[in-house]
């Protein structure tokens, strides 16, 4: 009886443990997916760390600067998808040309840009500071606005900053203080 008695503690006790570590694994449940845009930001953290360590030498990213960057997406024009036209191309300034042309095949302005907040916010979540972010420095973004330029030109199709309505704002203020004076008097 000793023996059955044992042996029942220890079911008992293994049971127990069992019911405790499921238990303990329901506590904890998966982390929610990531985002779509947190799922591309990790991607693109990790292909911009492995072409760090590709370069020769393999760059550490404490080391990185700028103009690794602006190489890196140099790097990236060869996967683009993006038709721009050179000077010299006769389609050159035409947004929709009429034949196939030799013209190389770049990155797109909008996903270049896009790239460089998601690596901009990634580097500060990886413990990088803001003021030695390489993603943030102003080169990126002169880089960022000859692109655009240069993409716009060779479309035909040029991007105008829109202009802030000042002149209707300070208006409509004015006669709203006009109507606020003549129901005071």
Not at 137 to 148: Q, S
Not at 154 to 170: C, M
């Amino acid at each position: 009886m000793s023996g059955d008695h044992i042996r029942k503690d220890s079911l008992e006790a293994s049971s127990s443990r069992s019911t405790n570590a499921d238990h303990h694994h329901q506590q904890q449940p998966n982390p929610p997916p990531l985002s779509r845009y947190e799922s591309q930001k990790r991607r693109d953290w990790n292909t911009f760390g492995q072409y760090l360590k590709n370069q020769t030498p393999p760059v550490p990213m404490s080391h990185c600067q700028f103009n690794h960057v602006l190489d890196f997406l140099r790097y990236l024009d060869q996967f683009g998808k993006t038709k721009v036209h050179l000077h010299c191309c006769v389609f050159f300034g035409q947004p929709d040309p009429p034949a196939p042309c030799t013209c190389p095949l770049r990155q797109a302005w909008g996903s270049l840009d896009a790239l460089i907040g998601r690596l901009r916010a990634a580097y500060e979540e990886h413990g990088g500071a803001p003021e030695t972010n390489p993603f943030g420095n102003g080169a990126i973004r002169v880089y960022l606005r000859e692109v655009k330029e240069c993409q716009a030109k060779a479309r035909g199709i040029p991007y105008k900053k829109k202009k802030k309505r000042r002149s209707n704002q300070l208006k409509a203020i004015s006669d709203e203080a006009k109507g606020l004076k003549q129901i005071a008097s």
